[in-house]
């Protein structure tokens, strides 16, 4: 059976709602935030969701990672590098896509 529309659209405005919070400086990841909405193994529906964000301005969806601190999204950014640079300006050093000093910049999410 084929979940609804309106099932998929209430999960991605809470996976927002989340996302919304994450301070500026912080990531955290796909996996993280489908744990706080109680449907850990949706890790990807989360990346579904963040995927379909771009036209939400106050969504920062930048601050969204895999598990390991890659630029997993970086594909859908505008530009070569715009999640990199978009990170960078709030303090995060990224190498070769991977996020340096990952556990210190990680914020576990609360729902």
Excluded: C
């Amino acid at each position: 059976m084929k979940k609804s529309t309106s099932n998929n659209d209430n999960f991605f405005e809470r996976v927002y709602e989340i996302v919304r919070q994450i301070p500026e400086g912080k990531v955290t990841s796909y996996g993280a935030i489908a744990k706080a909405l109680g449907a850990a193994r949706s890790a990807r529906m989360v990346g579904w969701a963040m995927n379909a964000s771009h036209n939400l301005e106050d969504v920062p969806a930048h601050r969204v990672v895999n598990r390991i601190g890659m630029l997993s999204g970086k594909h859908h950014f505008e530009g070569t590098n715009l999640m990199q640079q978009l990170l960078e300006n709030e303090g995060i050093q990224v190498v070769d896509n991977q996020i340096i000093d990952f556990e210190k910049h990680f914020w576990e999410p609360k729902f």
